[in-house]
């Protein structure tokens, strides 16, 4: 107890000696040396001074040799060091001799040296150009070998602390510094461990260091382990050139690594775990562009002895996606080969290109890096192999392949045409091919409308080994409105509708097609440069053409497209009448037109008129055939024909009919200009009739002009030149010639029909000769002719009969009704050229006529007046004087005929039935006075009325004052007479004559006969 009192005591007091400063130790100091010096051989270390030294509480209490010396056997100084720490074996002293421990270095300057042949060692660092290393070596060495006797057979570590450790790579001219390093160097029992901790910064990121080694002193190999915390190799490789293959790697790392020396210090095996924070990586070798690390772990084992990388495990999230790789990799001499599999997800497709190897093909990266906007790979499996020969070019076959699965996908085929949005599909990669299968997308344009579906899209880059421009080769199934897909052919490099001035919005139907296109990855593509064909269908397409004027309709087209022109075959309508069309285009036109358009079909007459907006003379229907050309949907000019074979026609006008199954043809050219379509020339052939010509219709077919250089149809030979306006309802013109059968115009000349939607007809008429009934002729025929609602209005002819004989028609219209006046001096020609009556020769004609205008139908009342005319055939007449047994007119009649002295008749016309009464002709033979009707415009008669025989007799009685009054019966009845009746068929009539009246005087035939005059 005693003892251990005074132990305490003295260390007591030593402690509080120590707190105002060390204690020298000088009479050990030679002691202290000379145990140093019998394990260093020829080196030489002196103290300047031995000190007991307490630092604090936490640190105790040590000895410490102060301005320690190192000298090689010349006296020369080759380190020096400020202090050295020394802790001595308790045991020993207690035995009563001083065996050191340990050996603290404290606070020195160390470098570590990799030199240019790659051989590293460390060395303190006191003065410049001493070799240090073999200081330290010999301390190491000291605890390696453990020697049996001499100063330090009892020394287990050596500690260096509070160092600062500069690592110089001599290979590349640049250094790197670590603070605070501690390194403690122990003995082992298989032979040397060390343990080092320290920090370095660079830039304004403090990274941690922790490394234990040891070292197998029979195998000269050693094990490590090291951790690395917060790490950033592109700031480290601006400090050390060593690790100047870190450079873009600018993100925090945490290594941990376990490594497998040989004896020369040669890493052998590594097993390494790596945690990546966030940062980027540009590596211009490795990625194409940024890469965005959020966080990633890295797993995986280096054998150098087999050459070979294992990744056990590789997990980043970058960019938004998580790769993850597994597989290994073999280092074969100065190469590296690969063999890792790969699973990548939610990969966006603008940041493909940024993780796509720079030595896979760059100009495919750089195509999709342009063209594939938009969109995410969901999950890509694949396995990436490369040989250790591999250096550069395009990469070998085989050397990667992988599935994939998209949405979403934004995709420019060929710009600046609008994108394929909304992709969601499938495909497969490998280091020469691209082959996406696209199962849905569609084309849009929000701003108008357009929406165009896609299905079964097929997409294929080949060929991306190969250093040249290479295909992409799409097929695809588009369905869509025909606007639509023609509004996107507006853009380059197609640019159909440009070409063809086509609006878009104007056109109408749907359409679905199949299309297979192929064209090199070029950043600017020409139209030439792409290599098509589409084989579709078009519905329900709509069009309006020719200004607007003419529309195409109801189409229903097989379509056919390829990069030299485009085909299409269907039924159509255009301007409303249906056809078999064909359409060719040319891409390239050289000086030709590039379109040509035909039209073949036949058209029935109702469509006609409603495409046409009049009534056509005939029935059946029309085979049409039209060959056009222009470019797209602008025609230019083309010929056509129409044949009237299945046509009915009946003209009556020209007095030409064309039975059912008779050929007619009408052969044109025809040029497109400006409003209108303009046919130079056509050339009407058919049975007894030829038309030759020129005509303008507008756009909407309505004809503008027609001008008739040659009409040949039996007794027609003339010219017309017309204008038509108003839709065509409204023409004005001439029409002349050498000769015309006004037959049919005179038939229809007082024909009233309903009121309604008709012609208005004004024409100036000129004819060498005219045609009328019974043969007659009229010569130098002119005048005007006007018609409204294609009812007689306005006319004004005049015309020789024969050569002496005048004839002279003309009216004067009012707002409400039309006077009408016809003189001739032959009345006989007059009545027979109108076909009223064939008896009668000679005589003056007067005729006044009003035509009301009525709301539906036109009235026409009037008046004749005929004077010195003879009556010789006329056989309603001529039975009644047979069967009334008057033999001596009817001889008359049937040899000069019978004379008269005047005839008057007023009328009323109203649709086609002849109202007369008061009748009355008057000659030296006969009275005549009829009331009644012509019915079926005068081919049935309902004639009631009293021939009076011997008329001057009766005449001469009548004459006496108040008796022949009584006895006649009036001013225009006789002392005799006749009464008759005629009915049925004008040619033919049934006549019934009462016998019984010819002795009933005329005053008592006034009474009983109904009220006459």
Do not use: C
């Not at 060495?141 to 287990?156: E, F, I, M, N, S």
């Not at 269907?570 to 409303?576: A, F, L, P, R």
Request: aromatic residues 8%.
């Amino acid at each position: 107890m005693i003892l251990l009192g005074i132990i305490v005591g003295v260390v007591a007091v030593t402690a509080m000696a120590l707190m105002f400063g060390p204690i020298s130790l000088s009479p050990l100091k030679p002691t202290v040396e000379g145990v140093l010096n019998r394990n260093f051989g020829d080196t030489t270390i002196q103290f300047e001074d031995l000190v007991l030294n307490w630092d604090s509480w936490d640190d105790g209490i040590d000895i410490r040799a102060l301005g320690v010396a190192v000298q090689n056997p010349n006296g020369e100084q080759i380190a020096y060091l400020s202090q050295i720490a020394i802790g001595f074996e308790t045991s020993a002293v207690v035995d009563g001799r001083l065996a050191p421990e340990s050996l603290t270095i404290i606070n020195p300057d160390l470098r570590l040296l990799r030199r240019e042949d790659g051989s590293m060692g460390f060395a303190p660092v006191a003065t410049g150009g001493a070799n240090y290393e073999a200081v330290l070596a010999q301390i190491v060495q000291l605890l390696v070998d453990k020697p049996a006797g001499g100063g330090l057979d009892r020394l287990r570590e050596v500690r260096v602390v509070d160092a600062t450790l500069t690592i110089d790579d001599l290979a590349y001219a640049s250094d790197w510094t670590i603070e605070d390093v501690h390194l403690v160097f122990a003995k082992a029992e298989a032979g040397l461990s060390v343990q080092l901790r320290g920090a370095f910064t660079a830039e304004s990121r403090t990274s941690h260091i922790d490394l234990a080694l040891l070292y197998d002193k029979e195998s000269g190999r050693s094990a490590v382990d090291v951790d690395i915390q917060d790490l950033t190799p592109s700031d480290l490789h601006r400090d050390f050139g060593f690790w100047q293959q870190l450079h873009g790697l600018e993100l925090p790392v945490s290594l941990s690594a376990s490594l497998q020396t040989t004896p020369s210090f040669d890493v052998e095996d590594v097993s390494f775990e790596i945690k990546v924070g966030d940062g980027t990586i540009l590596r211009p070798k490795v990625f194409a562009d940024r890469l965005r690390v959020v966080r990633g772990h890295i797993m995986g084992n280096l054998d150098r002895s087999e050459g070979k990388l294992t990744l056990s495990r590789i997990n980043l999230l970058a960019n938004g996606a998580s790769f993850d790789i597994s597989g290994h990799i073999m280092l074969e001499g100065e190469g590296v080969a690969y063999d890792a599999d790969i699973v990548i997800q939610n990969l966006t497709f603008p940041n493909v290109a940024r993780v796509w190897p720079v030595s896979f093909k760059p100009f495919s990266r750089g195509w999709i890096e342009r063209n594939i906007t938009g969109g995410t790979i969901n999950r890509l499996e694949g396995q990436f192999g490369l040989g250790a020969d591999y250096e550069t070019g395009p990469l070998p076959d085989g050397t990667f392949t992988a599935a994939f699965d998209f949405e979403g996908m934004e995709a420019h085929y060929l710009r600046p045409m609008p994108p394929v949005i909304d992709g969601t599909g499938q495909g497969t990669f490998t280091e020469k091919t691209l082959d996406v299968l696209v199962k849905t997308a569609r084309i849009a344009d929000a701003e108008t409308g357009m929406n165009i579906d896609l299905t079964n899209s097929h997409v294929l880059l080949d060929n991306l080994n190969v250093e040249r421009v290479h295909d992409a080769v799409i097929s695809t199934d588009i369905a869509g409105q025909i606007s639509d897909l023609v509004y996107i052919t507006t853009f380059e490099p197609l640019k159909f509708v440009k070409e063809y001035s086509i609006d878009p919005a104007e056109l109408g139907g749907a359409g679905e097609a199949h299309l297979e296109v192929r064209f090199p990855l070029l950043q600017k593509l020409l139209f030439r440069d792409v290599d098509m064909e589409i084989n579709g269908k078009i519905t329900d397409f709509y069009a309006a053409i020719l200004e607007g004027r003419t529309e195409i309709s109801e189409g229903d087209l097989d379509l056919f497209i390829d990069s030299h022109h485009l085909e299409t075959a269907g039924s159509v309508k255009v301007g409303g009448l249906a056809f078999q069309a064909t359409w060719s285009e040319k891409f390239v036109r050289g000086d030709s037109f590039g379109s040509i358009v035909t039209l073949n079909g036949p058209s029935t007459v109702p469509a006609l008129e409603e495409a046409m907006g009049f009534d056509i003379p005939f029935t059946g229907s029309v085979d049409i055939s039209l060959n056009l050309r222009g470019n797209g949907l602008n025609i230019v000019e083309g010929d056509g024909k129409l044949g009237f074979a299945q046509s009915d026609i009946h003209i009556p006008l020209l007095t030409w009919e064309k039975p059912l199954g008779q050929s007619t043809n009408l052969t044109f050219n025809l040029v497109v200009e400006e409003g209108h379509i303009a046919i130079p020339d056509f050339d009407l052939l058919g049975e007894a009739l030829t038309a030759k010509g020129q005509a303008i219709f507008g756009f909407d077919l309505i004809p503008q002009q027609i001008e008739v250089h040659e009409l040949l149809v039996n007794a027609n030979n003339l010219t017309t030149d017309l204008d038509f306006s108003d839709g065509g309802s409204s023409i004005s013109g001439r029409i002349g010639g050498a000769s015309m059968d006004v037959r049919p115009v005179i038939d229809t000349l007082f024909d009233e029909g309903e009121a309604g939607e008709g012609f208005d007809i004004e024409v100036d008429v000129s004819f060498n000769e005219v045609l009328a009934h019974e043969g007659t002729r009229l010569q130098d025929f002119v005048g005007l002719l006007r018609l409204e609602n294609s009812a007689l209005r306005d006319i004004h002819m005049s015309g020789l009969i024969g050569s002496k004989h005048s004839f002279f028609v003309s009216s004067i219209p009012y707002p409400e009704e039309t006077e009408v006046e016809l003189l001739s001096d032959n009345a006989g020609y007059v009545v027979r050229a109108l076909g009223v009556f064939d008896g009668a020769e000679g005589g003056d004609v007067r005729l006044n006529a009003r035509t009301r205008v009525a709301v539906e139908k036109d009235i026409t009342t009037g008046r004749v007046r005929i004077r010195d005319f003879t009556v010789g055939n006329a056989p309603g007449l001529a039975q009644v004087l047979n069967v009334a047994s008057i033999t001596g007119l009817r001889d008359i009649m049937s040899g000069g005929g019978i004379s008269f002295d005047t005839f008057e008749l007023g009328f009323r016309l109203e649709s086609g039935l002849l109202t007369f009464n008061d009748a009355v002709a008057l000659g030296p033979s006969i009275g005549l006075r009829m009331d009644g009707e012509l019915r079926n415009n005068f081919e049935q008669i309902d004639v009631s009325g009293t021939i009076i025989p011997a008329y001057t007799i009766n005449t001469i009685i009548r004459s006496v004052p108040i008796v022949g009054d009584i006895i006649t019966g009036g001013a225009q009845d006789g002392f005799l007479g006749i009464d008759f009746t005629m009915t049925g068929s004008t040619d033919n009539p049934e006549v019934d004559v009462d016998t019984a009246s010819i002795l009933t005087p005329g005053f008592i035939k006034g009474i009983f006969g109904g009220g006459r005059n």
